[in-house]
């Protein structure tokens, strides 16, 4: 059902197709043993964003495009600040965007280093009439948006625009949930240095701290971080790189760069997902051990599931829904033979809950992929009950999904 070990031992290169792969030679080549692969730029060359955003005398930027096309009115958007550090991350702030097209312009004339990046910009959610691109059929089965676009607790997505300046750079991290991503390139360089998984033990100092900046690590708080196997690429403009499950990465842009990114995830990689959230909760609970004997056992898994959602942004009712939602897509698919169901479309899905009360969603619909678009359904079928099952026989997760949740888990 799922892959028993992954071999990246034979990697000695990441790929480059210079044309877009069939779903199938991606699923099979890429997806399954969650390996990278970089593909040349006729796969979006035909977006709006390739085609305005861009000068095409210079490959730089269009500021005076930008600015006439989203600076209509005040868009707030998120930036970070590449020069100073918040923990694992880099402070964060939020900035008029037509300020932000301002700043960077200036710092691109000049010739000079930036250190404003506009980061994990929910760009659909703030433009969805805009049409800046459209996902490549090789990730349209993505479970992450599909489900977290149908949410009837939150309006929110993992669809984003990043847009920075010479210098300016992601810190060292793997992606959230352990989902894959995939990350197209506009215009600009991106300099990506990708670690295989299963390393993680050469990143970590005696305290579990994690590097920060693999170009500035101190050796005697990280002395075993030289002997983590690595490869590095160049992402030119128009490419787009899919990045595996569990990947350490760091990402520098040279020169003016602006990238579409979408995190997401399927059946291909659910194993690393349940892997990810075990992996997580273990780690809360070694962190609030010394409570345990002062609550009962039910307070004691609650609150360690309620710190793991504000520490990674889930928790064991986030994967189980996920799961049964996409199950039950799929079973309509197999009972209908439909492409999608009306279902998962009608006007109830432009309604979520906040705080008790009704909101009216801004974020679009991510659709149901086609049957072209994903595995065969009897195998994400497979997949996805055996996650189920596990959930299902875990004590404590049974317990939180029943007893907190009110999830009635038995039924199929």
């Not at 099979?28 to 035909?46: C, D, F, K, R």
């Amino acid at each position: 059902m799922f892959h028993a070990t992954r071999d990246y031992s034979a990697i000695k290169e990441i790929p480059l197709l210079k044309s877009p792969p069939s779903y199938e030679e991606f699923r099979q080549h890429y997806l399954e043993p969650n390996t990278p692969v970089i593909i040349g730029s006729a796969m979006i060359q035909h977006w709006r964003a390739r085609q305005e955003w861009v000068c095409p005398d210079t490959g730089k930027p269009n500021f005076d495009a930008l600015r006439e096309q989203l600076c209509q009115r005040t868009v707030k958007v998120p930036v970070a600040d590449c020069q100073t550090r918040d923990f694992t991350d880099q402070k964060r702030s939020t900035m008029d965007m037509k300020d932000f097209l301002d700043e960077w312009e200036t710092h691109s004339r000049a010739n000079e280093h930036s250190r404003t990046y506009l980061k994990d910009f929910h760009f659909i959610r703030t433009f969805p009439e805009y049409g800046a691109y459209e996902t490549p059929t090789i990730f349209c089965d993505d479970w992450m948006n599909e489900f977290w676009t149908r949410r009837m607790d939150m309006d929110d997505d993992y669809r984003f625009v990043y847009c920075g300046g010479h210098g300016t750079f992601t810190p060292f991290h793997a992606d959230v949930y352990r989902s894959y991503s995939w990350s197209a390139n506009i215009c600009g360089v991106k300099k990506w240095t990708l670690f295989p998984p299963d390393q993680e033990h050469l990143f970590q100092d005696n305290h579990h701290n994690t590097v920060y900046d693999i170009d500035n690590v101190n050796p005697t708080q990280f002395p075993n971080f030289h002997k983590a196997e690595r490869f590095t690429i160049y992402q030119q403009p128009g490419q787009t790189l899919f990045v595996p499950s569990g990947w350490w990465h760091q990402v520098q842009n040279i020169g003016d760069t602006i990238s579409i990114n979408h995190n997401w995830c399927n059946g291909s990689n659910l194993d690393l997902l349940l892997d990810s959230l075990s992996s997580d909760l273990k780690e809360v609970e070694r962190e609030l051990e010394h409570l345990k004997e002062m609550m009962e056992e039910g307070e004691w898994i609650e609150t360690c599931q309620k710190v793991l959602l504000s520490n990674s942004g889930w928790d064991w009712s986030t994967l189980w829904h996920m799961c049964t939602a996409v199950r039950d897509r799929v079973l309509r698919q197999m009972n209908d033979g439909m492409i999608e169901s009306p279902t998962f479309l009608d006007s109830t899905c432009t309604i979520f809950l906040q705080d008790g009360e009704e909101k009216q969603r801004t974020t679009p619909i991510f659709p149901a992929p086609l049957l072209s678009q994903q595995p065969p359904l009897e195998l994400t079928l497979q997949r996805v009950n055996t996650v189920l099952d596990v959930i299902r026989k875990d004590p404590s997760a049974r317990w939180y999904l029943v007893h907190v949740k009110m999830i009635p888990i038995d039924t199929k």
